[in-house]
């Protein structure tokens, strides 16, 4: 009786053990979806969310990808093929066929081509640079039809926090968006034509190589930018990047169209460097020389004397507007233009003056290095 009741338990322990080994195959079998599943329902998009796809929509086609490219050159002289030398993204900005990217993205191109949205691929040739801003204008070559230049917003009027979208080709993959706000205002940007960019934008939205040159846009689907960088050790997006304000690419841009340059506004003055205000402890530009015969000259400006160890005029104000550094000088002289007369407030033997001085175009005098 006892073999009959152990005999029992141990089958009842083998069962058990038998189900536990071959559950999860039980489960697979019956559980299994060997047949395509039902789609769920969906729902309503979000706001934001049919948002970024309509501004994405919208501007999109209008974007391109801009090439340079750089002549191989074989006996005699002749160009006998090209190669690409760097890339970026740039958008229709007329019904001309003028396109707007940066600078940086054509200084070393010998031709260029454009792929449109559509991948077509057109010659394009440079019409107007101006390195100070960044920026730069090509033209199509080929005629056809083109996408519809974007919106122009303001940057005036941006807030920081307010949604910003970035449309580009980082590293060579075309038509990316990227999403973000606008992290900060007012930023200021050197550039390779030895100036600063004033009132720059700084945005989160990821910016990568290859997209300089593209445009930042605000909710409604507006230009208010043209991405031209990124702070990044790694040379890759790291959340700070930023753009050229759209209210001085709609400055520059026109007369980049006009006349192929931007005047550089000046009075002929060599400032000296930051660093020499700071440690005269005066806050302003330091006159380091005055440019002969320029408006500077001849309204009485002077620079340092090195004979007799004399610091010269410091610059401190322009039109009762405050100036701690070169930025500040050369922004508001922009905003003036050339051609008109300006105030400046300066600081001579530490005594406050004012006195005028006309506007010039200082790079029809030459390059000289800081010299607005």
Do not use: C
């Not at 058990?16 to 195959?25: D, R």
């Not at 940086?104 to 010998?110: A, I, L």
């Amino acid at each position: 009786m006892q073999d009959r009741t152990t005999r029992i338990i141990m089958l009842v322990v083998a069962v058990l053990l038998a189900i536990l080994v071959l559950q999860p195959y039980v489960n697979t079998y019956f559980t299994s979806a060997r047949e395509p599943r039902p789609v769920a329902a969906r729902g309503d998009l979000a706001e934001f969310e049919r948002t970024t796809i309509r501004v994405f929509e919208t501007v999109a086609p209008s974007v391109v990808q801009v090439v340079s490219l750089s002549g191989r050159r074989a006996g005699q002289g002749r160009t006998t093929e090209a190669e690409q030398s760097g890339s970026g993204t740039g958008f229709v900005w007329d019904a001309a066929g003028h396109i707007v990217t940066n600078d940086h993205v054509v200084e070393s191109g010998s031709s260029f081509a454009v792929r449109l949205a559509s991948g077509e691929v057109r010659p394009a040739e440079v019409v107007g640079r101006a390195p100070n801003y960044d920026l730069a204008v090509l033209r199509l070559q080929r005629q056809g039809a083109l996408p519809a230049p974007l919106n122009v917003g303001s940057s005036a009027d941006l807030k920081v926090g307010q949604t910003a979208y970035a449309i580009g080709n980082p590293f060579g993959l075309d038509q990316s968006l990227t999403t973000g706000v606008v992290s900060a205002l007012k930023r200021r940007l050197p550039t390779s034509g030895g100036r600063e960019v004033a009132d720059v934008i700084q945005t989160d939205a990821a910016i990568n190589p290859g997209n300089s040159g593209g445009p930042l846009l605000d909710s409604a689907g507006r230009l208010i930018g043209v991405n031209t960088a990124i702070y990044s050790p790694s040379g890759t997006s790291a959340g700070i990047g930023f753009a050229i304000p759209v209210d001085v690419v709609n400055r520059v841009v026109p007369e980049l169209i006009r006349t192929g340059r931007v005047p550089t506004p000046g009075i002929g003055i060599l400032a000296g460097d930051e660093t020499l205000a700071a440690q005269l402890g005066v806050t302003g530009v330091v006159v380091a020389d005055v440019v002969p015969g320029s408006p500077a000259d001849r309204a009485g400006l002077r620079g340092v004397d090195p004979r007799a160890g004399v610091v010269g005029d410091v610059i401190v104000g322009i039109e009762d507007e405050p100036v701690r550094r070169l930025s500040d000088l050369t922004d508001r002289l922009e905003r003036v233009g050339v051609g008109n007369t300006v105030r400046l407030q300066i600081v001579r033997n530490n005594r406050s003056e004012t006195i005028e001085v006309t506007v010039i175009d200082v790079e029809q005098q030459g390059p000289r290095s800081r010299r607005p």
